[in-house]
């Protein structure tokens, strides 16, 4: 029987209309500062998207758009003084950075209190210990697409595929707050296959082009597909192959239109929280 597909366009629409909803009522000012370096497209159309979000959620939005060739010190200087702007409650440094760019140096550098990524160290902390503002937005996403399928994730096998600090790290923290039981594959893993057969939840975080066939798909399981891969015919296409694995879940997220939604969301959702949190 066929998979019934989570629409993660819908989904990521209420999730920004309550966010709407909250500022108009409480009258917030919230602002989203977005700093892309250099010009790789995928980050252009990702940065766009953001933008778009922000006005309709009512945030204002402040972009800074910087030469590939920007030195460190330039950027640490516009983070220092994003810090400090009172205008600015978020801060999204686009990744990945230009390759002279220290990455963890410039994120380490954000405010935690402005961190909307949750990528800052003190607030993967927090995530670890459960005791935390800011969503990891990715993670975040996928547990909201879970839960509109009604599965109850306590006490469920949960299969995370790939272990990344942005998605699949913080995502079996999420799914283990939630109770399940979970597991994380990788590269090294033995019989990967194997293990994701006993998912009852599978999270494709790998950024391989149709890498989870049906064959490693538990009949009836939730399957959520993180990855967002440009194929040579320039179509975008996910880490699970959709057409045979959709003939045997019970749920699965198509792409586009899936998970990739839902990060944007849930930035804005994080974005209002910062607002809130720094007004106090
Ligand atoms: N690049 C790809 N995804 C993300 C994200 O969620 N945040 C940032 N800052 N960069 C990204």
């Known amino acids: 029987m066929a998979a019934k597909i989570i629409d993660g366009k819908t989904i990521s629409a209420a999730v920004k209309e309550q966010v709407r909803a909250e500022i108009e009522r409480d009258r917030i000012k919230a602002g989203l500062a977005v700093v892309i370096v250099g010009d790789d497209p995928a980050s252009r159309v990702y940065v766009n998207n953001k933008k778009k979000a922000c006005e309709l959620c009512g945030i204002q939005s402040f972009e800074y758009a910087l030469p590939a060739e920007t030195s460190e010190e330039q950027l640490l200087e516009l983070v220092d003084t994003l810090n400090s702007d009172d205008k600015v409650n978020g801060i999204l440094v686009q990744l990945p950075l230009p390759k002279h760019l220290d990455e963890k140096k410039v994120i380490e550098r954000i405010s935690p209190l402005k961190d909307v990524d949750a990528f800052h160290e003190m607030n993967v902390g927090k995530i670890m210990i459960g005791n935390y503002a800011f969503l990891p937005c990715t993670p975040a996403g996928c547990m909201e697409l879970i839960r509109s399928t009604g599965v109850d994730i306590a006490g469920k096998e949960c299969v995370v595929i790939g272990r990344s600090n942005i998605v699949g790290k913080p995502m079996a923290m999420l799914l283990l707050h939630a109770n399940g039981t979970v597991t994380v594959c990788h590269s090294k893993t033995h019989d990967l296959p194997e293990v994701c057969r006993r998912a009852d939840i599978l999270i494709a975080a790998v950024g391989k082009p149709n890498f989870v066939?049906?064959?490693?798909v538990k009949p009836g399981a939730v399957v959520i597909d993180v990855g967002i891969n440009r194929m040579e015919n320039g179509k975008l296409c996910g880490d699970v192959k959709f057409d045979e694995v959709s003939e045997k879940a019970g749920f699965i997220t198509p792409v586009p239109g899936g998970v990739?939604?839902?990060?944007?969301?849930?930035?804005?959702r994080n974005t209002l929280t910062a607002a809130k949190i720094q007004a106090k």
């Open 260 to 268: 990739g939604p839902m990060t944007i969301a849930m930035l804005m």
């Open 213 to 216: 066939t049906a064959d490693m």
